[in-house]
């Protein structure tokens, strides 16, 4: 009874429910144990990190440890500040940040108006001036002891103002207290200028602000989310900059005499007696850049470079910015000092998934005595299919795994492609099924025996083969090798090929347009990626492929279904192909056709769709379904006249037939190695590429397939770890951005918590 498939899938099922279950309780109990220091990694972004290795243009990125950071836009910054004030309190090394804040949430007259401030003479005055964003005040204090930062102190309100106050004006800001406060410890001016006494007039200064201070970040993170979603605004905070650690060799005399590794050494440790380790008030991580005195210094030495004071403001606004974005949208791709946010969708996904459960459990005795198994089957896969959601937000949408960014390693990436090379080749079979393309044989013309071309078993195996690169591709970031882009299109290409040759040899075998035939490939293609969706809160079109799969399906069968009598004969098949294909560009790439057709699906299915990226993707492959819509006219053309399967090469007898064998073998090598050599040789970037990509990306495509049936050999075996994952490639393909991957693809995830918290 163990053989049913139907009790296979149960026990299936179970396993995977089972595995699911382990996986959160273990989970629950690393971020309870390991997460109380850190719960919603605000000290990964504020006291530790590390340089990215070195990208192939030459940069690098600060990237915190077990958290991702973001690069917040000026329209961010903007929705972020709210018009509010922004306050900056200190010396010339506070000052600078003030200009980079200026810098990152200026546009239009705000950034004349900030030009002209910039060229003022005065480098001690207080500054001020409005943006679009926000009012930017600057109070020279290096004491930290001025009347205008303690009335700035006093009047920190730490919470938001109340939506009953109306829209913010610029009457009110000055009424209202700072969003932000970013006060510079007065650690260079007490050791410049302070003689012995310099370690007491820092003491004095920092016990002056400490009863000011708002409570820590990670004591109301959860708080700060509910008040984002409730009024739109963020929860007030100050920061406190550590005694920064000057480029010592760089220093003039006078101040190298002063300013010393011990009288700034003893300062912070003042400062970490004050505030404990696990508070969020000081970003102590701007002592732990690794540095190189020539980039990351002014030439004073007591000034960091514009990229490393950026890189400060930055990891401020993330700190300051992240919770209340990541409350505004799920897909928002920051994890530093966030919480998990709410999400409706995953809540009922997890009600169904224990419904499902215990009706399937239930119903399982009932299947064994009644054979009926209908309602379990029904069961089974809804479950499996909840059991995958409730897996994509878990792994990706809450913050239980850590989030981790990308690098390409050519070296890593060509062993994991050797490794999946390996493995796929040791798992060769003998192929003993006949090779039929069709899935039904009730409408088979007399006589016809399948297609020889490309079995079914043939293109699971190519499509798997390719996903397994596409995978690595993905994980290992390889996008950023020009080389590998070029290979990995092929691929895409090659999936497009396969599926258009199979729906046409389909439809041309049984002539079933039925509706309901259309309604069930159209729900396998996309059920996964508009559920994710919806659970995800991302766009229908980040995952790209099921849309353009089905983009792709409903032009070849349209094509089909008008004047379907007609499909036999050749004449009329190509001239459809050809009107088609004119048509499929202009809806293409006619500007405003697929902004129309998205605002249609959203009004009909609630979907958003990015018509700019579905031009682009669609684009890209405009011609090769295509090229598999006439090979597979042409290869059903043959197999119903000829009665016997096509393209059996090395099967001839005759000296004839042995030498168009050796003439086309050699031929499709040539042709794909030209292929390789012209688009690695003379096509020097992605634009040009993308440009050829679309007229020359079927050179290879036949070539490889008819090469992989060049011998009967290579015909009878096929490998059966790439045919299992190419049954499955479209699943495979949307599940990586979630379990995967993390954030749309972007990053990847990290069992547990990252190291060096």
């Given amino acids: 009874m163990s053989s049913d498939p139907e009790l296979t899938t149960a026990h299936v099922s179970t396993l995977n429910f089972c595995i699911l279950l382990i996986l959160l309780l273990t989970t629950l109990q690393t971020r309870h144990e390991v997460g109380l220091r850190d719960p919603h990694q605000c000290l990964a972004l504020l006291q530790n990190g590390t340089w990215s290795p070195v990208a192939p243009d030459g940069s690098q990125r600060w990237e915190p440890r077990g958290c991702r950071m973001v690069e917040h836009t000026t329209d961010s910054l903007c929705t972020c500040l709210n018009g509010r004030k922004v306050v900056f309190v200190g010396d010339s090394t506070i000052r600078q940040l003030f200009w980079n804040a200026g810098k990152k949430v200026t546009r239009g007259h705000s950034e004349t108006r900030m030009k002209r ?181 002014d030439t004073d030495g007591l000034h960091a470079s514009e990229d490393v004071a950026s890189l400060r403001l930055d990891i401020i606004f993330n700190a300051f910015c992240n919770t209340a974005a990541s409350a505004r949208s799920r897909s928002f791709r920051g994890t530093c000092c966030v919480a998990a946010p709410e999400n409706d969708v995953f809540v009922a996904a997890c009600m169904l998934l224990g419904l499902a459960a215990g009706f399937t459990f239930g119903a399982r005795r009932a299947l064994e005595v009644s054979g009926d198994a209908a309602g379990v089957r029904f069961g089974l896969a809804f479950g499996n299919i909840l059991i995958a959601l409730v897996w994509c937000w878990y792994a990706d949408g809450a913050s239980f795994l850590g989030k981790a960014e990308r690098h390409y390693q050519q070296s890593a990436f060509a062993r994991a492609c050797v490794i999946w090379l390996m493995v796929s080749a040791l798992s060769s079979v003998q192929n003993t099924q006949q090779p039929d393309g069709s899935s039904s044989s009730k409408r088979v013309p007399p006589g016809y025996r399948g297609p020889g071309y490309m079995s079914r078993i043939q293109s699971n195996e190519m499509k798997g083969l390719m996903q397994g690169f596409i995978l690595l591709y993905h994980y290992h970031y390889a996008s950023q090798a020009l080389w590998v882009y070029k290979i990995i299109r092929l691929f895409i290409a090659g999936y497009l090929y396969i599926s258009g040759y199979a729906h046409t040899q389909y439809f041309l075998t049984t002539n079933d347009f039925s509706v309901q035939r259309l309604i069930e490939i159209l729900f396998r293609i996309n059920l996964l990626s508009v559920s994710l969706s919806y659970m995800m809160g991302t766009t229908y079109t980040s995952y790209y492929f099921a849309p353009v799969a089905t983009f792709w399906y409903l032009v070849s069968y349209m094509m089909l279904f008008i004047f379907k009598s007609r499909n036999r004969d050749m004449r009329w098949l190509l001239f459809k192909v050809l009107l088609t294909t004119k048509l499929t560009e202009w809806f293409i790439l006619t500007p405003g056709v697929l902004e129309t057709a998205s605002k249609i699906m959203y009004a009909l299915f609630f979907i958003s769709i990015d018509p700019e990226e579905m031009r682009f993707r669609l684009g890209l492959d405009r011609y090769i379904p295509f090229v598999g819509i006439v090979v597979a006219a042409l290869v059903h053309r043959a197999s119903v006249r000829r009665a016997r399967t096509v393209l059996q090469l090395g099967c001839g007898k005759t000296t004839l037939s042995l030498r168009f064998t050796r003439l086309l073998t050699a031929i499709c090598i040539g042709g794909v190695l030209t292929f390789l050599y012209v688009t690695q040789t003379y096509l020097p970037d992605k634009k040009t590429y993308n440009h050829m990509h679309p007229l020359i990306s079927w050179i290879p495509i036949l070539g490889y397939v008819v090469l992989r049936n060049s011998t009967r050999r290579l015909r009878d075996r096929f490998l059966s770890i790439p045919h299992y994952l190419g049954s499955i490639s479209l699943e495979t393909y949307v599940l990586q951005y979630h379990i995967w991957l993390c954030g749309d693809a972007t990053a990847k995830l990290t069992v547990g918590y990252a190291e060096g918290r």
Avoid at 190 to 212: E, Q, S
């Fill in 117 to 297: 401030i910039l060229q003022s003479d005065n480098k001690h005055a207080d500054i001020s001036f409005r943006t679009d964003c926000a009012q930017l005040e600057f109070i020279w204090d290096p004491w930290l002891n001025s009347t205008a930062l303690y009335g700035i102190l006093k009047a920190f309100d730490p919470l938001p103002p109340s939506p009953r106050e109306g829209t913010i004006t610029e009457m009110k800001v000055n009424e209202l207290s700072p969003v932000l406060v970013v006060l510079g410890a007065p650690g260079f001016w007490a050791a410049r200028y302070g003689g012995d006494d310099y370690l007491n007039l820092f003491k004095r200064a920092i016990n002056g602000i400490v009863p000011y201070l708002s409570p820590d970040l990670d004591s109301n993170i959860s708080s700060i989310m509910t008040t984002t979603r409730n009024s739109g605004g963020v929860t007030n905070k100050i920061f406190l900059t550590p005694v920064g650690i000057p480029n010592y060799e760089s220093l003039s005399l006078n101040r190298s005499k002063s300013i010393t590794p011990g009288r700034v050494e003893a300062m912070n440790n003042h400062l970490a007696q004050v505030f404990p380790g696990n508070s969020t008030y000081i970003p102590w991580v701007f002592n732990k850049f690794p540095v190189r005195p020539g980039k990351h210094f």
